[in-house]
């Protein structure tokens, strides 16, 4: 994947590998740089880099990233280091973690989302003021 020189840690990104079409893979994938899906992967999927799973593809397995964009199916939990992206053609199951979590129109979610976020006034208000900084709360489920 092409990248902008204004980050620092993505050096390992200028390898990035593909599950083809018709490609099913069964067990752990495990690898520096990204990923694109566009077959199938029955197992957990741990990277340094980024990964994409392409509309038609499908993974089950948790999966641990860069950043993620789901437009296929994923069943799993996610934990990323950057953003999450799933695209209005997505079926996604599973609890999800990343710096930005972007659900598009349309896609389908079941899971519990988790994030970083400040409480509006009125919420803090109604606790008693126990909300003062930042907390981390589930965004949806």
């Known amino acids: ?6 980050t620092t840690h993505r050096e390992s990104d200028a390898a990035e590998s593909l ?6 893979i069964r067990g752990r994938v495990h690898g520096d740089g990204s990923l ?9 999927i741990q990277l340094t880099g980024d ?19 789901v437009a296929g199916q994923l069943t799993g ?16 199951a599973g609890n999800v973690g990343g710096s930005e979590v972007i659900l598009e129109e349309g896609a389908a979610f079941a899971g519990r989302i988790e994030a970083e976020f400040d409480l509006p006034a009125e919420l803090t208000e109604r606790t008693g003021g126990r909300a003062q900084s930042p ?5 949806g489920r």
């Not at 939990?77 to 953003?83: E, K, L």
């Not at 907390?135 to 965004?139: H, I, N, T």
């Open 36 to 44: 694109r899906v566009e077959g199938s992967v029955e197992g957990n």
């Open 135 to 139: 907390r981390r709360e589930p965004a």
């Open 19 to 24: 599950i083809g079409r018709g490609s099913r």
């Open 51 to 69: 990964l994409e799973i392409e509309d038609g593809a499908s993974v089950t397995g948790d999966v641990e990233a860069s950043s993620l964009v």
């Open 77 to 92: 939990d996610v934990t990323s280091r950057g953003p999450v992206t799933i695209r209005a053609t997505a079926q996604y």
């Open 1 to 6: 994947m092409a990248r902008g020189s204004t």
